[in-house]
């Protein structure tokens, strides 16, 4: 059902490629058109798994439909054209019709735009005594945001979890287990990756801090606080 749209491009698409590569002057024009963007996605699908080429893969269908549907125009008047005038009053104009609702319906608009967001790319070594000391000062059950939570899951095998960050973040609901605060929140956000940063401020984080029991002090340029909340469980 959803790609039958594109199914009826690709049709008249088959019809106009004939057609298009049959001109001496904009037959090779046309022809690399549909090519080049086919030609990019067969480059990257081949070339591995990164982020750079998964990106390519995904932008390149744009093209590739942008091809199909100039394929797609020119079978289209190629099959009016041999109807002649015996065909059925409503045929040529559906034809056109027919066509933009196929285009756009089946266009690749989601993919056209990839949303970037703010993240740290590298862990300091600041972060990662931090999250070092949680971890064996607080057995894994501690919070952060995910780039934190990220580094203990992968070098400790930990379940700390940036759940209760965000609810902190986003209702005002204070973790009852220890919390890695980091400083460039109030600048950057929490990380609350594959979303958008979470806002927040530095009066919010200093309030957090002056009526709980700040347990560490990182000191670096990034710097990191661990803080137990007053009257929590202990526990996430």
Same mark, same amino acid.
């Given at each position: ?18 057609? $298009? *590569? !049959?001109? /001496?002057?904009? +037959? ?6 549909? %090519?080049?963007? @086919? ?21 390149s269908q744009t093209f590739v439909h942008l ?5 797609? $125009? *020119? !079978?289209? /008047?190629?099959? +009016? ?6 065909? %059925?009053?409503? @045929? ?112 919010q984080l200093l309030q957090f801090q002056v ?14 606080r661990i803080i137990i909340p007053s009257g ?5």
């Amino acid at each position: 059902m959803y790609t039958a749209p594109l199914a009826v491009l690709v049709v008249f698409a088959g019809w106009g490629i004939p057609i $298009a *590569i !049959g001109r /001496i002057t904009s +037959g090779p024009v046309v022809l690399a058109l549909l %090519l080049a963007p @086919i030609v990019c996605s067969g480059f990257a699908l081949t070339a591995g798994l990164s982020p750079e080429y998964w990106v390519l893969t995904i932008r390149s269908q744009t093209f590739v439909h942008l091809s199909v549907i100039t394929m797609a $125009a *020119i !079978g289209a /008047i190629g099959l +009016g054209r041999q109807l002649g005038p015996r065909a %059925l009053p409503l @045929i040529k104009p559906a034809l056109p019709m027919v066509l933009i609702i196929c285009a756009l319906v089946s266009a690749p608009l989601a993919f056209a735009g990839l949303p970037v967001f703010p993240y740290e790319s590298t862990t300091t070594t600041g972060q990662f005594q931090a999250v070092t000391f949680a971890t064996e000062q607080f057995n894994g059950n501690w919070t952060s945001d995910d780039h934190l939570t990220r580094v203990g899951s992968n070098y400790y095998d930990i379940g700390a979890s940036p759940g209760p960050t965000y609810e902190w973040m986003e209702d005002g609901t204070v973790p009852s287990c220890p919390v890695i605060v980091q400083e460039s929140w109030s600048k950057t956000g929490v990380q609350a990756f594959p979303t958008e940063p979470i806002a927040t401020d530095s009066d919010q984080l200093l309030q957090f801090q002056v009526q709980n029991h700040v347990v560490y002090h990182g000191g670096s340029s990034t710097q990191q606080r661990i803080i137990i909340p007053s009257g929590g469980s202990g526990s996430c």
